[in-house]
């Protein structure tokens, strides 16, 4: 199975901060690569597919990047609804698996 | 718009079965790949099995063999059928549905989960 590894697990940031999370996998995955928010008590919502595609309708301040098994997803000026914890997950092989979380907190 | 609600969760014995649906609107679920994904209490997430259109299914190791995955174009619905529960499966679970694209593969629409206690 290929192991995602997120980091950091947490951060606290200040509205109008620029955000970087990491997410490592333990082999090769190429560019798929998924990122997902989930909101407390609502289910995930994806921002991020095939490592770097902005999903329809996702502000533009998120991106991804990477390939292989390095990858970022990049909130160029966090705002107060992106308070949320953050997944990545690869859709290289079977199984489907995802990083850890990365929870983003409010300074 | 798209639409998935899932239902048939509850507090079950260890052992005992439950059997989940998904309803879906707005979309046929014969013409997409779908998908549950779990949520332990606090925790991360969890792919568990996926329906392609061709019929396929796929399964992560620890569900193998005990749960299956079916669909029901008629219905337009997505099942779950999960047997011999153990308490490590207590968890929401979510129905997906995969998006568009060639060999792309990601999960654009979420419901709101259903939740399944394994415990005694």
């Known amino acids: 199975d290929i192991q995602m590894t997120q980091s950091p697990s947490s951060l606290s940031a200040s509205v109008g901060d620029r955000v970087t999370i990491t997410c490592r996998a333990s082999?090769?995955?190429?560019?798929?690569l998924n990122w997902y928010q989930q909101k407390s008590g609502q289910a995930p919502k994806v921002l991020i597919y095939?490592?770097?595609n902005l999903k329809s309708g996702v502000p533009s301040r998120f991106s991804g990047s990477g390939s292989g098994t390095d990858f970022t997803l990049t909130i160029s000026s966090l705002q107060p609804e992106d308070f949320a914890t953050y997944y990545c997950?690869?859709?290289?092989?079977?199984?489907?698996?995802f990083g850890q979380g990365t929870k983003v907190e409010i300074k | 718009e798209v639409q998935l609600l899932e239902s048939g969760g509850g507090l079950v014995q260890p052992g005992g079965s439950l059997r989940l649906s998904c309803a879906a609107s707005?979309?046929?679920?014969?013409?997409?790949?779908m998908a549950w994904v779990r949520q332990a209490p606090g925790k991360g997430l969890e792919w568990v099995s996926s329906?392609?259109?061709?019929?396929?299914?796929v399964y992560t190791d620890a569900v193998k063999g005990r749960f299956t995955i079916s669909r029901d174009n008629s219905k337009n619905m997505l099942y779950l059928q999960m047997n011999s529960l153990r308490a490590e499966d207590t968890a929401l679970y979510y129905c997906a549905k995969y998006g568009s694209g060639t060999f792309i593969y990601y999960l654009d629409h979420w419901g709101q989960g259903t939740l399944v206690t394994v415990s005694s």
């Open positions: 082999q090769n995955s190429g560019t798929s």
């Open positions: 707005a979309f046929n679920v014969n013409n997409y790949a």
């Open positions: 997950q690869q859709s290289y092989g079977n199984p489907w698996t």
């Open positions: 095939a490592g770097s």
């Open positions: 329906f392609f259109p061709s019929g396929n299914t």
